[in-house]
């Protein structure tokens, strides 16, 4: 009988972070579709979630809700869960003591980023603090803390006594993401000018991001604001010398919104520096939209030479750089690195690491 690698899929119902909740789904289906020969994917889920990804085997449905379940693990109690191979996507995990060597039980999870530690004041407490706890039963737990690129496995090795227990598994936009075909009226629903660059950062780091837009002479975008903290981002703008009537700040968008968004933009800037996956600057890749970015040790691992990476204070000149005289070459350059993810990759590097287990 063949190995069946079983993938957490707590956020089909109650989605905390609709990234994270994306990528599961697609990692899923990558494994699902580079399964090696006799082996299988079947599914751990929450009470009431249902399983919408074709060529899942087994399905094991909780007898808790996601928000109990989250407690119960953070706990240590697992219980109904079973044992064999079991990969969580984030770390929503039943991180228990288990017999690897004897019984052949194998727990690994992934971490995307890590602002619960460098960047608290960009989460709410509660999540910070589940966080940090979840991480704690990792070190004690898990057989291998998966993250998405060399810097943050650095950052992680500061923070964790996890040895050579971290191994780096790139992410990928999510399937399917392209152009779609309503673009121009998804913008114009969502009241977006003609000309204007996609900003994206915490609030603190976006300032040099609005004088780009000044600098060349465009409106500024930024997506994914948290409801109530508008007023914030559009007094930045301000402050930098971008009228807040060209300052447009929305919230969470979903992926053909943000497609849309993204395809009108002259430029995509990546303000913040934070170890994590650059969701945001690896999706304007895939569409070849030039991207500016800070230069840190994650931009250099993912976006690497995909765009312009400066440091925090030249971010306005590259901006302004990137919409004009280095905007054709930025394009080509960031399709062609955009090439290298992929959820099938990323999903036959995860086969391996169990294999290795």
């Given at each position: 009988?063949?190995?069946?690698?079983?993938?957490?899929?707590d956020?089909?119902?109650?989605?905390?972070?609709?990234?994270?909740?994306?990528?599961?789904?697609?990692?899923a289906?990558?494994?699902?579709?580079?399964?090696?020969?006799g082996?299988?994917?079947?599914?751990?889920?929450?009470?009431?979630?249902?399983?919408?990804?074709?060529g899942?085997?087994?399905?094991?449905?909780?007898a808790?809700?996601?928000?109990?379940?989250?407690?119960?693990?953070?706990?240590?109690?697992?219980?109904?869960?079973?044992?064999?191979?079991?990969?969580?996507p984030?770390?929503?995990?039943?991180?228990?003591?288990?017999?690897?060597?004897?019984?052949?039980?194998?727990?690994?999870?992934?971490?995307?980023?890590?602002?619960?530690?460098?960047?608290?004041?960009?989460?709410?407490?509660?999540?910070?603090?589940?966080?940090?706890?979840?991480?704690r039963?990792?070190?004690?737990?898990?057989?291998?803390?998966?993250?998405?690129?060399h810097?943050?496995?650095e950052?992680?090795?500061?923070?964790?006594?996890?040895?050579?227990?971290?191994?780096?598994?790139?992410?990928?936009?999510?399937?399917?993401?392209?152009?779609?075909?309503?673009?121009?009226?998804?913008?114009?629903?969502?009241?977006?000018?003609?000309?204007?660059?996609?900003?994206?950062?915490?609030?603190?780091?976006?300032?040099?991001?609005?004088?780009?837009?000044?600098?060349?002479?465009?409106?500024?975008?930024?997506?994914?604001?948290?409801?109530?903290?508008?007023?914030?981002?559009?007094?930045?703008?301000?402050?930098?010398?971008?009228?807040?009537?060209?300052?447009?700040?929305?919230?969470?968008?979903?992926?053909?919104?943000?497609?849309?968004?993204?395809?009108?933009?002259?430029?995509?800037?990546?303000?913040?520096?934070?170890?994590?996956?650059?969701?945001?600057?690896?999706?304007?890749?895939?569409?070849?939209?030039?991207?500016?970015?800070?230069?840190?040790?994650?931009?250099?691992?993912?976006?690497?030479?995909?765009?312009?990476l400066?440091?925090?204070?030249?971010?306005?000149?590259?901006?302004?750089?990137?919409?004009?005289?280095?905007?054709?070459?930025?394009?080509?350059?960031a399709?062609?690195?955009?090439?290298?993810?992929?959820?099938?990759?990323?999903?036959?590097?995860?086969?391996?690491?169990?294999?290795?287990?």
């Amino acid at each position: 009988m063949g190995a069946r690698l079983r993938v957490v899929l707590d956020q089909l119902v109650h989605v905390v972070d609709p990234d994270q909740a994306s990528a599961a789904v697609d990692l899923a289906r990558g494994l699902i579709a580079t399964a090696p020969s006799g082996c299988a994917v079947d599914a751990i889920v929450p009470a009431g979630a249902e399983v919408p990804i074709a060529g899942v085997g087994e399905v094991r449905t909780l007898a808790l809700g996601r928000r109990e379940l989250a407690a119960s693990w953070q706990l240590g109690i697992a219980p109904g869960v079973g044992g064999g191979m079991i990969h969580s996507p984030t770390l929503m995990a039943p991180l228990v003591r288990h017999d690897r060597v004897h019984d052949n039980d194998q727990t690994t999870v992934t971490l995307w980023d890590l602002r619960a530690w460098d960047a608290p004041e960009e989460l709410p407490k509660t999540v910070v603090g589940w966080q940090r706890g979840m991480l704690r039963r990792a070190v004690k737990h898990a057989d291998a803390v998966v993250v998405p690129s060399h810097a943050v496995a650095e950052r992680l090795s500061e923070l964790a006594r996890l040895g050579d227990r971290v191994r780096v598994v790139a992410g990928a936009p999510p399937h399917g993401f392209a152009v779609p075909s309503d673009a121009a009226e998804r913008r114009a629903a969502l009241s977006l000018p003609a000309q204007y660059v996609v900003l994206a950062g915490c609030a603190a780091d976006l300032q040099e991001g609005f004088r780009g837009a000044v600098a060349a002479g465009v409106d500024a975008v930024v997506v994914g604001v948290a409801e109530g903290a508008e007023p914030r981002y559009a007094e930045l703008a301000s402050a930098a010398g971008l009228p807040e009537r060209r300052a447009h700040i929305r919230g969470a968008l979903d992926t053909a919104d943000r497609a849309a968004v993204l395809a009108g933009a002259s430029v995509f800037a990546a303000t913040g520096g934070s170890a994590g996956w650059p969701w945001r600057a690896v999706e304007a890749m895939a569409l070849g939209i030039p991207v500016v970015a800070v230069d840190s040790g994650s931009h250099r691992d993912v976006i690497a030479d995909g765009g312009m990476l400066v440091a925090a204070d030249e971010i306005a000149d590259a901006v302004a750089e990137a919409t004009e005289a280095a905007a054709k070459r930025l394009r080509v350059l960031a399709a062609d690195r955009s090439r290298a993810f992929s959820w099938a990759s990323s999903a036959e590097r995860l086969w391996g690491l169990h294999a290795d287990l």
